[in-house]
């Protein structure tokens, strides 16, 4: 069986980059593997956060999951400033250790491109923890405007493309469901 990790890109304006990433770690914990989650930009514990509860109640008997929100929260409606960018930078040490580290089957690093496309983190500094990777670790990184040096990087890379949304009618998040 091959031990080779990859790297994963889920890009794109249309829903489903966390949840699919999410999905991919909910496999990987039930074939006993090791996870770790990394939310950038991301402040709130939302639903899917619970897996990591759910999955300890095992005792063990699967793999072992940890999320950590790296972020003081969304900033559409105000402009990053150096909080952010500082949480940013040590979000990203804390992911490096998770990936070079060899603990984890699986880090994602949740809407870190988010945080390249406003400018809190550097795509070379992204790269450089790539870089870094324990060759059996498997990476998933997500979020819209994931730069192209990335895109070349990736060994798989998914857009997810909008064709039509019900948000557009008005339906906003629903629980359980878009969060």
Known sequence: MENRGYIHIYTGNGKGKTTAAFGLAVRALCAEKNVYIGQFVKSMQYHETRIEALFE???????????EQLGRGC???RNPDPVDIRMAHEGLARCAAMISGGEYDLVVMDEVTIALHYGLLETAEVLAVLDGRNPATEVVIT????PEELI??????????EIKHYYTQGVLSRDGIDR
Do not use: N, Q, S, W
């Open 143 to 146: 979020g819209r405007y994931a």
């Open 57 to 67: 109640e095992t005792g063990g008997r699967y793999g072992r999951v940890k999320i």
């Open 152 to 161: 070349a990087r990736a060994d798989l890379v998914t857009e997810m493309r």
């Open 75 to 77: 900033f559409l409606d």
